[in-house]
């Protein structure tokens, strides 16, 4: 049922472009004639109005409505945002665009392709978006909530791995270096070395300046935050400034992390770098989808996009070549599936498609030697947050299993002779997640599924089975109505 929204002498000023309620005070409030007067804010019968101003959706304050010389002014954006609305300010044509026409639907131009896209659902992003242009309110709220998040991006980095303090046993400060997430300083020694493991108990030190660790993820990050703003928006000055941190990163001579990880996760006092590490990298892997994003804009050519999957490339070889690369390899937990992910995702990235096939091949393996006939995953359970693990090596099959898809292998609907399969092992762990049953294993902490929530949606489209659809549903139920798990996996849940 639609609703009518009537404002007695509304009036809505401009500045230099902006809604005047933006929060620019007026100049003539100190006048003695001029007089102010509050006003309430009532919306769908709420009263939004507070003694000290208005509050929006997320209860936070914001510029309060008045009248003033017998003008009332009112927060329009806060208004749609209220509604579930989106507002633009269009300066060509001095227009202000609320809902369905905020974004022209005609003027899509970013429309992704599901061939191109690796780790995201492509028909998934353009029916949110399609939701979006046609102003949907519930979608509306999660690009708002997007927006804010990319303007906040926009105000951070580009970070660099020269801003580390510590300089890689190379000598080559181009050279990434992290330590140990586990590992602590040692009570008994002077120095503290040789590190101590304690399993699931992250050492502070690993997210300081001292290594690349936290300016990696702060950098994958920005970049994913801004180009999906950039897709749901078009709007260029988000692509622009997503490109300047993927160049800054990856390209940029001056700055650009060499495409090696020989002092990843190392351990002080034992060793200088670890495969531990590569699991580091899934910065990288979760960077591929925005570069293609990018390569829609105006600031990413293509002369910049070849060079990114010239380092991609550079990479995988590196991943396959090296000692270190072939530990993790060699890996039979979840650190071994997120290494085939990394590689069949550079490779097809890199257009190498052979490479990537060989790996989901390759991948059968795994599941016979990690996956019961009952669905459980045994090195994940032995863990001290066995329900986070398991999680994780569950993301890490399903990445394998998307990627193989796109090369003619079927990881899907795949299981050994004993009924081995990732079928059975998303069956062990769908009750648990839709909290069904109480989670029977070590657990030292309490866990966010979050990261459960890519998994159950793919689920529920491949398998079309109603106990993912339920879990996948909880699960995005549980999120704020602004959370943009509803722009990447919430529309629609269906079977293909």
């Not at 293609?292 to 550079?314: P, V």
């Amino acid at each position: 049922m639609s609703k009518k929204y009537s404002f007695k002498h509304v009036a809505v000023s401009f500045l230099c472009g902006s809604l005047f309620f933006s929060g620019i005070g007026l100049a003539a409030t100190n006048s003695a004639d001029i007089s102010l007067q509050k006003l309430k804010l009532i919306v769908n019968g709420v009263n939004k109005s507070a003694p000290e101003g208005l509050y929006n959706n997320q209860g936070d304050l914001v510029p309060e409505t008045l009248m003033y010389q017998n003008t009332t002014y009112v927060p329009i954006r806060l208004i749609g945002e209220l509604l579930g609305k989106s507002v633009e300010w269009k300066s060509d044509s001095r227009s202000i665009m609320i809902g369905s026409n905020a974004v022209d639907p005609s003027k899509n131009k970013v429309v992704l392709d599901t061939s191109k896209l690796l780790t995201l659902d492509a028909d998934t992003l353009n029916e949110a978006k399609r939701k979006y242009l046609a102003g949907d309110s519930f979608i509306t709220q999660s690009v708002n909530q997007l927006k804010k998040d990319a303007d906040l991006a926009m105000q951070k980095g580009p970070f660099s791995i020269l801003d580390k303090t510590t300089v890689a046993p190379s000598g080559d400060k181009h050279d990434y270096v992290s330590i140990g997430v586990y590992w602590w300083p040692n009570p008994d020694t002077p120095d503290g070395k040789p590190y101590i493991q304690k399993d699931g108990q992250q050492n502070p030190e690993v997210n300081t300046n001292k290594f690349d660790r936290d300016n990696f993820g702060k950098t994958t990050s920005g970049i994913r935050t801004l180009s999906l703003a950039y897709f749901y928006t078009e709007n260029e000055a988000y692509a622009e400034y997503a490109a300047k941190l993927l160049k800054v990163w990856y390209l940029d001579a001056a700055t650009r992390m060499n495409p090696s990880l020989d002092y990843g996760q190392s351990v002080p006092g034992v060793n200088e770098g670890r495969a531990a590490g590569i699991i580091e990298t899934l910065n990288i892997f979760n960077t591929l989808d925005p570069a293609t994003i990018l390569k829609g804009s105006n600031y990413l050519s293509d002369q910049d996009f070849n060079n990114f999957k010239q380092w991609i490339g550079d990479y995988m070889k590196w991943l396959m070549e090296s000692p270190i690369g072939n530990d993790e390899k060699n890996a039979t937990n979840n650190h071994g599936n997120w290494y085939d992910a990394q590689v069949a995702a550079y490779a097809l990235f890199s257009g190498k498609p052979d490479i990537a096939k060989k790996v989901a091949e390759e991948s059968k393996k795994r599941i016979a030697a990690q996956i019961e006939p009952d669905g459980s995953m045994p090195r994940e359970l032995s863990r001290t947050r066995s329900l986070h693990y398991s999680t994780y090596n569950m993301d890490a099959l399903t990445q394998v299993a998307r990627l193989g898809s796109k090369v003619g292998v079927d990881l899907w609907n795949y299981k050994t002779a004993d009924g081995r399969s990732i079928l059975k092992a998303l069956e062990f762990l769908s009750p648990y997640i839709s909290k069904q049953k109480a989670w029977e294993f070590e657990q030292i902490k309490a866990e966010n599924l979050s990261s459960a929530i890519p998994i159950m949606t793919t689920a529920a489209k491949i398998y079309g089975k109603q106990e993912f659809r339920t879990a996948a549903e909880q699960l995005l139920k549980e999120k704020d109505a602004t959370a943009r798990e509803h722009l990447l996996y919430g529309v629609p849940i269906t079977s293909k």
